[in-house]
């Protein structure tokens, strides 16, 4: 059967940084479980925060991830933009720099993204709050 699923996921205030997200987008979306060929589209309704996808098995790659964006958009430029304090432009910057939405494929249950992907929030901002992310899903289900 062919579906449309499409919800909100809200996440809590993450430092600045990237954060692996996969198991809360698969949280919201146990519908995954029972898509045998779709695609999962992921936005986030931000602009000093992204998405993107990375190792998920060291940490120390998000860690350098992080310190590069950071390199390559730094506080200390002296941005017009900044009634919003330093590490917005930068945020803004950074998040351009990467995605605002990602696509991945589905099938027998399970995202087609590799091994050794995963799913990671980008928060530029020193203290971002909540971050809205909406999820679509489209594919055939198994019927039960």
Known sequence: MNRWIQRELILPPFPRGCHLITHRILDELPEVKDCLCGILHVFIQHTSASLTISENADPDVRTDMTMALD???????PWDHSNEGPDD????????????????PVSNGSLRIGIWQGVCLCEHRNHGGRRHLILTLHGDFRTT
Do not use: R
């Not at 390199?71 to 430029?77: D, G, I, N, R, V």
């Open 71 to 77: 390199k390559l958009a730094p506080e200390t430029w």
């Open 89 to 104: 432009m930068p945020a803004h910057i950074k998040s351009i720099l990467t995605d605002s939405s990602l696509s991945f």
